[in-house]
């Protein structure tokens, strides 16, 4: 049975092969489909990125260089966008617009997909983790991405900015390993037997296996509320936004690209957003950090975004009453938590399983914020976002209290 089939066979009306006329290829999709696959997805992805620079620098009057050098600053932001690191003279670019990267994702995953099409699931696994057929078609097909990504770095070279090789592992490790999770995840569902069992989760202890789905579904709760704050934020401060953004003087098509960026990073200001809820807060510029203490002054970049952070000054007392967040989503957790374990199960054990939770529900985040944090420039702005190892702890423990909560609470029903 192949890839095709086996999704298929989980839809309304669907007639089992084996019953009826239906007939399967003989030898299957080659394996090296999946690589022109790979490579086309990789160029698919990148055009996406490449396109509106070009066509800023096109249509822009005031534009310097050549072709090349757009085409190169546009395979860099790319590169960029898909988790490396720029530079530019003495400056650093590491802060990864989390929206875009996981749009790249997206783009990754369809073309994970359709490199599995018609793809043989039958057969030994390749040491232990997938059936041959797909092992073949899956490893040439990031065989094409990657190849795809070192297109793109040496296309880099044409432009002004350097890529630090070293951070090339997250556009040509992370993104397609990403892209091939989701796309194997509804293949694994249908039959698990599609995973050798050096894929599956068996050495996990069990808590943690039943605490990740609720661990996940927590971040994003956290997130969109911290996405929640940075709209009404902007709604409050529209007018101080649209005069930086007149400042800026970005018209026509380079309007549409500083919104878009803009719009990329929406969920790296979430993250600061959940960050401030949580307690350490976040710095912009050096000097200009907010936590609930206040905020403080600062010369902050030219993008009209940050004109709906808060005025310098000192915050009311009750601005700490907003962890009461982190805590609640820490009581969310620990309920969808419970909810994969038994109802009378030891107290011990419905404790590890929400503790378990909170953990990925902080990790999650902590991780999140070491990809898309870093530097934005040079000097004043060398270090930009929350910091990483604060927050995780700080989630950690607020995440907690509220999880506990819940778990005594419901130990206390059971006694009733």
Not at 250 to 259: D, K, R, T, Y
Not at 392 to 401: C, G, N, Q, R, S
């Amino acid at each position: 049975m192949t890839v095709s089939d086996r999704l298929r066979s989980v839809l309304p009306g669907f007639d089992d092969p084996s019953s009826g006329d239906a007939v399967e290829p003989p030898d299957g999709a080659p394996w090296w489909r999946g690589a022109i696959v790979g490579v086309l997805t990789g160029l698919t992805s990148l055009v996406v990125v490449v396109a509106p620079v070009v066509l800023a620098w096109l249509l822009e009057p005031l534009s310097t260089g050549d072709g090349w050098q757009a085409a190169g600053t546009g395979a860099a932001l790319w590169l960029l966008v898909s988790g490396g690191h720029l530079a530019i003279g003495e400056v650093t670019i590491s802060v990864v617009p989390l929206l875009g990267l996981a749009l790249l994702v997206g783009v990754a995953w369809l073309g994970a997909r359709e490199a599995m099409v018609d793809v043989s699931t039958d057969g030994e696994h390749w040491r232990g983790t997938l059936p041959r057929p797909l092992a073949a078609a899956l490893g040439a097909w990031w065989a094409g991405y990657a190849a795809a990504v070192a297109g793109a770095a040496a296309l880099a070279v044409a432009g002004p900015f350097r890529v630090t090789p070293l951070s090339l592992v997250l556009p040509v490790v992370v993104v397609p390993l990403l892209a091939l999770v989701l796309a194997l995840r509804p293949v694994a569902h249908d039959d698990p037997d599609v995973l050798g069992p050096r894929l599956g989760v068996a050495w996990l202890p069990d808590p943690v296996r039943r605490a990740v789905r609720p661990g996940l579904l927590g971040a994003g709760v956290l997130l969109v509320a911290g996405l929640a704050v940075v709209l009404a934020m902007v709604a409050l401060s529209w007018s101080q936004v649209t005069t930086i953004s007149s400042a800026v003087a970005a018209g026509g098509l380079g309007s549409v690209v500083l919104a878009l960026a803009q719009v990329a990073s929406l969920p790296n200001l979430a993250l600061w957003a959940v960050s401030f809820m949580a307690g350490p807060g976040f710095r912009v510029v050096e000097g200009g950090s907010v936590d609930w203490s206040g905020s403080d002054g600062g010369l902050l970049p030219m993008v009209p975004v940050l004109a709906a952070l808060p005025q310098p000054g000192d915050f009311p007392w009750f601005t700490v009453l907003s962890v009461l967040v982190v805590v609640g989503v820490g009581a969310f957790v620990a309920r969808r938590a419970l909810a994969e374990v038994a109802r009378l199960s030891r107290l011990r054990t419905k404790a590890a399983v929400a503790l378990s939770a909170c953990t990925v529900t902080a990790l999650t985040l902590a991780v999140l914020d070491l990809v898309a944090g870093g530097s934005a420039g040079q000097f004043r702005l060398s270090a930009v976002g929350a910091p990483t190892g604060r927050l995780f702890l700080a989630l950690l423990v607020e995440l907690a209290i509220g999880a506990m909560v819940v778990v005594v609470r419901d130990a206390w029903r059971l006694r009733r």
